[in-house]
T-cell receptor
Framework: EAGVAQSPRYKIIEKRQSVAFWCNPI?????LYWYQQILGQGPKLLIQ????????DSQLPKDRFSAERLKGVDSTLKIQPAKLEDSAVYLC???????????FGPGTRLTVL | AQSVTQPDIHITVSEGASLELRCNYS??????LFWYVQSPGQGLQLLLK??????LVQGIKGFEAEFKRSQSSFNLRKPSVHWSDAAEYFC??????????FGAGTRLTVKP
């Protein structure tokens, strides 16, 4: 069974630029999560989708972050414009049945200069 | 909201020695509890989880954890550590089957 795929794996941008991350969940997984993991901290949930609807985006900085999940499969997370404090690893996870069964992708490491 | 504390930022153990990583949670009801491991450049891998029932939970790679409600703890243990266990370990708590909160992690170094 293929795992959660993410791309790119690494991205370096300058502040005020835009960036987008892509996630392809495990086939059949209705729930998709985006987490932000800042160096030295645990992952923090940014947004949760159930199929193509948003379940929880309470910790998403909506002035600069946006996410979509078209057709309930792939998802894209965008940052526009990026700030220095956005430097982190962005993890995507998918699940068939809640957080108890979520599988994580390898993450995208973003460096904002 | 629920929260997790991992008191140890970094632990060093010798290969073959026993290991215990501490995790304390805050939540009013019975929590969902998890331990994940993250190797450099990798995503998180679930080691074990607890929802209910037997408070001693067995996981993958020889790990186990014990839920102690009276101490609000869910410590991870392994009787004999291998060099390949060197990684970052995260404890997490869920209020239900959603809304997971992670601790800050404990980095494990294994000495030869």
């Amino acid at each position: 069974e293929a795992g959660v795929a993410q791309s790119p794996r690494y991205k370096i941008i300058e502040k005020r630029q835009s960036v987008a991350f892509w996630c392809n969940p495990i086939s059949g997984h209705a729930t998709l999560y985006w987490y932000q993991q800042i160096l030295g901290q645990g992952p923090k949930l940014l947004i949760q989708f159930q199929n193509n609807g948003v379940v929880d985006d309470s910790q998403l900085p909506k002035d600069r972050f946006s996410a979509e999940r078209l057709k309930g499969v792939d998802s894209t997370l965008k940052i526009q414009p990026a700030k220095l404090e956005d430097s982190a690893v962005y993890l995507c996870a998918s699940s068939l049945a809640g957080v108890s069964e979520q599988f994580f992708g390898p993450g995208t490491r973003l460096t904002v200069l | 909201a629920q929260s997790v504390t991992q008191p140890d930022i970094h632990i060093t153990v010798s290969e073959g020695a026993s290991l215990e990583l501490r995790c304390n949670y805050s939540y009013g009801a019975t929590p969902y509890l998890f331990w994940y491991v993250q190797s450099p450049g990798q995503g998180l891998q679930l080691l074990l989880k607890y929802f209910s029932g037997d408070t001693l939970v067995q996981g993958i790679k020889g790990f186990e954890a014990e839920f102690k409600r009276s101490q609000s703890s869910f410590n991870l243990r392994k009787p004999s550590v291998h060099w390949s266990d060197a990684a970052e370990y995260f404890c997490a708590v869920g209020a239900n089957n959603n809304d997971m909160r992670f601790g800050a992690g404990t980095r494990l170094t294994v000495k030869p």
